[in-house]
């Protein structure tokens, strides 16, 4: 099992930044790649960025070159930098957890972390 706990949303202006966090606990060795998704009221939930155990990052368009992921293993903490913001990036972003050994393939969610972006 693993336990995940975002932390690090609230609400800022537009072209501000905020620093999301996300901390692991449980069964950590076992966790592959790292994400982060968001959703937002009223639509489905979006994949943001995905970080793979290797340290591969991959983003959605929509947000390349203004939002980061990085991972310490160390410390077993995800992060996400976000950078000029936009109302549009107002959303509840959740902190996923891939886990593919020993099998079934697993994934486990946090509990989410409001970002409100105000124009």
């Known amino acids: 099992q693993v336990q995940l706990v975002e932390s690090g949303g609230g609400l800022v202006q537009a072209g501000g930044s905020l620093r999301l966090s996300c901390a692991a606990s449980?069964?950590?060795?076992?966790?592959?790649?790292m994400g982060w998704y968001r959703q937002a009221p009223g639509k489905q939930r979006e994949r943001v960025a995905i970080?793979?155990?290797?340290?591969?990052?991959t983003y959605a368009d929509s947000v390349k070159g203004r939002f980061t992921i990085s991972r310490d293993s160390a410390e077993n903490t995800l992060y996400l930098q976000m950078n000029s913001l936009k109302p549009e990036d107002t959303a509840v972003y959740y902190c996923?957890?891939?886990?593919?050994?020993?099998?079934?393939?697993?994934?486990?969610w946090g509990q989410g972390t409001q970002v409100t972006v105000s124009s």
């Open positions: 970080i793979t155990s290797g340290g591969t990052t």
């Open positions: 996923n957890a891939l886990v593919v050994a020993p099998p079934p393939i697993r994934y486990y």
């Open positions: 449980g069964s950590t060795n076992s966790i592959s790649t």
